[in-house]
T-cell receptor, first 115, second 111 residues
C-alpha cells in the first residue's frame, strides 16, 4: 500500500515550457486535491476533484489545468510555465463526505523551479 | 471565499511547557477544522481535527478548541518535547471540498 505518490520529485523548467505532474493513490479515495506551498503562505488549493471525471477550481487555479480520467490518478498540467509557478506542489486525497472520513493524506511533494 | 489567519508565526518554548496556536476564520459555513504538522522537507500530516458540532477534542498531549461564535479555533500542546518542533498549519473547510490553510506557525521546543 503506497498511499499517495507524486511524479516527478523535482523538475526544472524554462519559462513557457509545459509539463504534467502526476498524483496516484491506492486507497480508493473519492476526493483528490492539488496544492501549492510557497514560503510563509501555507498551502493554497489549486484544483480539486470529488470523483472520477470531475474537477473544480480552488483558490489559485489560473495557469493550471487538471484531469481525473481514472479514480486513482489526478493530473496537474502547466501549459506555459512562468517563474511565479516556482513552488512545492502537494497532492492529497481523502474518502470525502460520502466516505465518512475527512482525513487528507498528502503525497511527498514535487519541487518545481521555473527559470 | 474563506480567509484563515494564524498566529503566531513563530513560537519558541522550553521543553515541558505548553504551546498554543490560534486561528480565525471568516466563513460561517466552514464546518471542519484540521491541524497539520509538517517537518522540514516532509509532507503535512494530520494531527487532530474538529467538526463544528464539537467544542473541544483531545488526543493525549494535543487538544483543539473551537468557538463558532467568535470564529476561532486553537491548538494546545502540553508537555512539549523536542520532537514537537515543526511547522503547524490550521485549515478550514466546508463539507471537505475546498480547504483554506493558515500561513503556519514554526514551533521550536528548546531542550
Amino acid at each position: 500500500n503506497a498511499g499517495v505518490t507524486q511524479t516527478p520529485k523535482f523538475r526544472v523548467l524554462k519559462t513557457g515550457q509545459s509539463m504534467t505532474l502526476l498524483c496516484a493513490q491506492d486507497m480508493n479515495h473519492e476526493y483528490m486535491y492539488w496544492y501549492r506551498q510557497d514560503p510563509g503562505m501555507g498551502l493554497r488549493l489549486i484544483h480539486y476533484s470529488v470523483g472520477e471525471g470531475t474537477t473544480a477550481k480552488g483558490e489559485v487555479p489560473d495557469g493550471y489545468n487538471v484531469s481525473r480520467l481514472k479514480k486513482q490518478n489526478f493530473l496537474l498540467g502547466l501549459e506555459s510555465a512562468a517563474p511565479s509557478q516556482t513552488s512545492v506542489y502537494f497532492c492529497a486525497s481523502s474518502y470525502g463526505l460520502a466516505g465518512g472520513s475527512e482525513t487528507q493524506y498528502f503525497g511527498p511533494g514535487t519541487r518545481l523551479l521555473v527559470l | 471565499g474563506e480567509n484563515v489567519e494564524q498566529h503566531p508565526s513563530t513560537l519558541s518554548v522550553q521543553e515541558g511547557d505548553s504551546a498554543v496556536i490560534k486561528c480565525t476564520y471568516s466563513d460561517s459555513a466552514s464546518n471542519y477544522f484540521p491541524w497539520y504538522k509538517q517537518e522540514l522537507g516532509k509532507r503535512p500530516q494530520l494531527i487532530i481535527d474538529i467538526r463544528s458540532n464539537v467544542g473541544e477534542k483531545k488526543d493525549q498531549r494535543i487538544a483543539v478548541t473551537l468557538n463558532k461564535t467568535a470564529k476561532h479555533f486553537s491548538l494546545h500542546i502540553t508537555e512539549t518535547q523536542p520532537e514537537d518542533s515543526a511547522v503547524y498549519f490550521c485549515a478550514a473547510s466546508s463539507n471537505f471540498n475546498k480547504f483554506y490553510f493558515g500561513s503556519g506557525t514554526k514551533l521550536n521546543v528548546k531542550p
